[in-house]
Nanobody, 126 residues
């Protein structure tokens, strides 16, 4: 499956952005989806994950209450709604997919995901 992120940009602190991850080549419903981010000079970190049909989701503590992960399998697209953005949310955001024969549970390690998008830059000004 090929993944393409979009929706990044420059936003003031307190604002909102919605990232999209469009899949092609395979049906997205076969995959657990995850969002990761990497800030300059820092390691890649897990942000959010969602099971194949959206039955379960998981958010990193740093974004709980502000970010929401969702998916629309009919549109072959996953989303990351980011509200109340903070300066420290500045990073390149990547979506990733893990093939799963079952509904599954989203996992946090990056190496659990085989397919990755090219990333989209999110910059939050303070």
């Amino acid at each position: 499956v090929q993944l393409v992120e979009s929706g990044g940009g420059l936003m003031q602190a307190g604002g909102s952005l919605r990232l999209s991850c469009a899949a092609s080549g395979r049906t997205l419903s076969d995959y657990i989806m995850g969002w990761f981010r990497q800030a300059p000079g820092k390691e890649r970190e897990f942000v959010a994950g969602i099971s194949r049909n959206g039955g379960s989701s998981y958010l990193a503590d740093s974004v709980k209450g502000r970010f929401t992960i969702s998916r629309d399998n009919a549109k072959n697209t996953a989303y990351l709604q980011m509200n109340s953005l903070k300066y420290e949310d500045t990073a390149v955001y990547y979506c990733a997919a893990e093939f799963s024969p079952l509904e599954g549970v989203p996992r946090t390690p990056g190496d659990a995901y085989y397919n990755w998008g090219q990333g989209t830059q999110v910059t939050v000004s303070s």
